[in-house]
C-alpha cells in the first residue's frame, strides 16, 4: 500500500473519513459505559503493521481479538463474529439508524449499530461501548493479520491514552492521573473531544486531526495556505476512503511542517479537499499522549533535531487485495506501469513468482522500498502473463 487512503488496498478511510461520516451518528461522540484499569499503568503490546498499531485481547475462550487503533475515528467498529459474541441486545425505544459508506469494491455497505457488552485489553476493561458492525476481511487480507476491530477515539475517554511507536506498545492509565508526560504539549478542545491541533506550514497555523487510522503523512486542505512546492503536486496512487475512490494528489513541500515545535523540513504531503491531517507516517516518530480529562496531547521524542521524510517509491499500481489474487485499484499516469499498459481491474496472482498470499502488508512494502523492480503475473481468463515493472521515486 502507498497510503493508507489507498484503502483500496483494503478500507483505508476509517479516520477522517469516520470523522466526517461518524458526525452523523450522534451529536456527541459515544463514550464507553465504564472503564476499568487494573493498575495505574497499563501497558499493551502492540504490533506494528506499517505505521498502524494493533493491540490483542483475550478474556474469554474466543480470540484472541486484535484491533488496529484509531484516533481519526470518533466510533468503533466490530466484526459481526465479534458483535455476535459480545453485543447486547438493542434498545428499540432509542435505536440508532444506521449508517451507509462504501467498501474497497465500491459497494454501498450498511453499518449496523450495536452495544459491545465488554472488550478487554490486557490490564483494562471497557464496558457498554456503543459501535458499528463492519466486515473486516478486507482491512485483515491488507495487512495480513485478522482484524477484529478498529478503536475509536472515544473509547478511551476515561483514559489517559499513549500511543508509544518507538516501543511499539500502548500504554493507558487513569485520566485524572497526576504523573508528569514528558515532551511538547498542544492543546484540542471542541465538543466532540475530536483530536484537533494547530500546526503550523511555515509561518501559517491551520487545525489537523491526529490519525493514527491512517498511514499517510500530512493530508493537507491548501484553502487560504497557498503551499509551495519543491516537486509536485502530481497524481499518484487511487485512494479509498468511505466516499469512495479518488487519485491521489502528492508532493514535496518547499516549506518546513512544525508539530508541537518539532520540525519536518520540505515533508511530503497528500492534498485533500476535507479536514487537513496527521497521520502514522508522521506519528511513528514519536510517542503520542491523548489526554481526554485536560484537552491536550504531548509529543515526545528523544532527539529535537529536524526530521527528514524520505523519498516515496512506487510500482506505479496500487491494489485491492484478496486471498487469492490483488485487483489493480488504480495506475499512476505516466508511470512505467502504464507504459505497461496495466489497467484497473487487472487481476495479480504472484509477485516475484510467489502466490499474492505470502505477501503481507510488511514484507510487500519493504520490497517496495527496495526493489529497483517488481515482477507481476497478471491472469487473463487461464492464462498468466508476467509484466516486470520498474519501481520509481513517486516523490523524490
Excluded at 466526517?20 to 451518528?25: D, M, R
Excluded at 500511543?163 to 506498545?169: I, K, S, W
Excluded at 493507558?172 to 475530536?194: C, D, M, Q, W
Excluded at 499518484?236 to 469512495?244: F, I, K, Q, R
Aim: glycine share 8%; charged share 20%; proline share 8%.
Amino acid at each position: 500500500m502507498n497510503r493508507r487512503r489507498l484503502i483500496a488496498l483494503a478500507l483505508a478511510g476509517l479516520g477522517s473519513a469516520l470523522l466526517a461520516g461518524c458526525s452523523t451518528f450522534r451529536r456527541e461522540a459515544p463514550r464507553p459505559g465504564r472503564t476499568t484499569l487494573d493498575s495505574p499503568l497499563v501497558i499493551l503490546p502492540a504490533q506494528r503493521l506499517g505505521t498502524y498499531l494493533v493491540v490483542e485481547g483475550k478474556w474469554d475462550r474466543g480470540g484472541p481479538w486484535r484491533f488496529l487503533v484509531d484516533t481519526g475515528a470518533n466510533t468503533t467498529l466490530v466484526t459481526p463474529e465479534f458483535a455476535k459474541r459480545y453485543g447486547v441486545k438493542a434498545d428499540l425505544t432509542a435505536p440508532a439508524a444506521p449508517v451507509t459508506v462504501f467498501s474497497a469494491d465500491g459497494i454501498p455497505v450498511s453499518l449496523q449499530p450495536v452495544t459491545i457488552r465488554e472488550l478487554e485489553l490486557g490490564g483494562a476493561r471497557f464496558e457498554s461501548i456503543a459501535a458499528r458492525i463492519y466486515d473486516c476481511a478486507a482491512l485483515s487480507a491488507h495487512l495480513g493479520v485478522k482484524i477484529d476491530g478498529v478503536l475509536g477515539f472515544p473509547l478511551f475517554r476515561e483514559t489517559r491514552l499513549t500511543l508509544d511507536y518507538p516501543r511499539n506498545r500502548v500504554v493507558l492509565t487513569p485520566n485524572r492521573s497526576e504523573a508528569l508526560v514528558p515532551g511538547l504539549s498542544v492543546p484540542f478542545s471542541n465538543a466532540n473531544k475530536t483530536p484537533l491541533i494547530s500546526i503550523r506550514l511555515a509561518d501559517r497555523t491551520f487545525i489537523a486531526l491526529i490519525d493514527s487510522g491512517s498511514d499517510g503523512g500530512l493530508s493537507l486542505n491548501p484553502v487560504g495556505l497557498l503551499p509551495n512546492f519543491t516537486f509536485g503536486p502530481r497524481e499518484g496512487s487511487t485512494v479509498g476512503t468511505l466516499a469512495g475512490d479518488r487519485p491521489q494528489q502528492i508532493g514535496r513541500l518547499a516549506e518546513t511542517l512544525i508539530i508541537a515545535d518539532y520540525a519536518f523540513p520540505n515533508p511530503i504531503i497528500e492534498l485533500s479537499d476535507e479536514l487537513s491531517s496527521i497521520g502514522g507516517s508522521i506519528l511513528k516518530n514519536f510517542s503520542v499522549t491523548f489526554d481526554q480529562d485536560r484537552d491536550r496531547v504531548t509529543f515526545y521524542r528523544d532527539s529535537p533535531a529536524p526530521i527528514p521524510t524520505p523519498r516515496r517509491r512506487s510500482a506505479g499500481v496500487s491494489f485491492a487485495k484478496n486471498p487469492a489474487y490483488w485487483r489493480v485499484a488504480g495506475v499512476v499516469p505516466d508511470s512505467p506501469a502504464a507504459a505497461a499498459q496495466v489497467e484497473s481491474r487487472d487481476l495479480v496472482t504472484r509477485i516475484n513468482g510467489e502466490p499474492v498470499a505470502r505477501w503481507d502488508f510488511g514484507r510487500y512494502e519493504q520490497l517496495i522500498n527496495t526493489a529497483d523492480a517488481v515482477t507481476f503475473t497478471f491472469l487473463n481468463g487461464t492464462s498468466e502473463t508476467e509484466k516486470r515493472l520498474p519501481v520509481f521515486d513517486l516523490v523524490p
